[in-house]
């Protein structure tokens, strides 16, 4: 059970308002006073409750983002900024503040339970989910409003926004078929996570359709930024039969991979062609310039936000579930299959 007021008050011998006043600094309230019921608290593990500041709508105006443990988000990450951008536009413009901050470790639930406690926030926005997701069973176990950045395996009966990213990653391998490849590699993202999961599904999905050979071999789990990219290119560019082509999961490990083909004095687009996803804004920067899948991260964060706070304020969600689907965008970094 979190501590209370009542229970410092009982510790230190003093009433209920005395406490509460000396926990909020209030002058009248001797420092020697402030300073024992403020230790007092600490060592309690006692959590103030921001809605004390509005007990008429129990609201504290602040939506929470809390980041993975593992290194899948970063600042650096030109779509987390990006989709973060659209979260910050929302809020500031509905007079709410955001909240971010890390899980503070591999017991990811207590980040959340933390908050929820001490009824900090008014709801959560849940980024990149997992296919198995102990955080959404969690807030729908405590009722809290909250918006998922992606979906589940198995009951999706909540408010999410998503990507169609089956229906990209198929999109580019028909693009490279299409220009005559017949042995593709593929670089993934860790597939525990949904999204990463799905762009996989269209990988295969893809190779099926087009008839084309499906080697496991030319498959690698990498993680998501560009070293992996490259490191992971390394592997399928040194095999004895290496792929023509190479489908990336995003945008970043396409840029490692086409260093690493460049390393190797490959042409880009003529000797071996490469696709990432995201459309980030250095893919259109890079030499060669990047094909790869758009989506409109800034949007994307925009409708998350927007659909908390209609939650958070009880109003009607006109699209409580919005997917959208991403575009291919050709550039200089596939051509035809070398012969």
Avoid: W
Wanted: glycine share 8%; net charge negative.
């Amino acid at each position: 059970m979190p501590v209370t007021l009542k229970d410092i008050a009982e510790r230190v011998g003093k009433s209920v308002p005395t406490v509460s006043r000396a926990l909020g600094n209030f002058e009248d309230i001797s420092p020697e006073t402030r300073a024992e019921v403020q230790r007092v608290a600490r060592e309690m593990g006692y959590e103030p409750s921001a809605t004390a500041l509005n007990l008429k709508t129990r609201r504290t105006n602040t939506i929470s983002l809390i980041l993975p443990s593992y290194a899948q988000l970063r600042f650096s990450d030109p779509f987390f900024s990006a989709f973060l951008t659209g979260v910050v536009e929302i809020a500031a413009a509905r007079g709410v503040d955001l909240s971010v901050s890390g899980d503070l470790g591999a017991d990811v639930e207590a980040a959340y339970l933390k908050q929820i406690r001490s009824r900090r926030t008014d709801g959560f926005i849940v980024m990149r989910t997992q296919r198995q997701d102990s955080r959404i069973d969690l807030l729908r176990k405590h009722d809290v409003p909250f918006v998922a950045f992606g979906r589940v395996e198995g009951d999706n009966n909540f408010c999410y926004v998503d990507e169609d990213g089956t229906a990209g990653i198929r999109a580019a391998v028909d693009h490279l078929a299409a220009l005559g490849h017949r042995r593709l590699g593929y670089i993934s993202e860790p597939t525990h996570l949904t999204k990463s999961y799905h762009r996989y599904a269209g990988f295969r999905e893809g190779v099926e359709a087009n008839n084309l050979p499906y080697d496991p071999a030319l498959v690698i789990e990498a993680n998501f930024r560009q070293d992996s990219g490259r490191q992971s290119a390394l592997r399928l560019l040194s095999m004895e039969k290496p792929p023509t082509a190479i489908v990336c999961a995003n945008d970043l490990l396409a840029l490692g991979a086409l260093n690493e083909a460049q390393s190797r004095g490959l042409v880009v687009g003529r000797d071996v062609s490469i696709t990432g996803f995201d459309d980030i804004l250095l893919a259109e920067y890079t030499h060669p310039s990047l094909t790869t899948l758009h989506q409109p991260a800034q949007e994307m964060g925009g409708m998350v936000a927007d659909i908390l706070l209609k939650l958070v304020n009880k109003e009607p969600v006109e699209e409580p579930q919005i997917i959208i689907r991403p575009t291919l965008v050709v550039r200089e970094s596939s051509g035809p299959a070398p012969t």
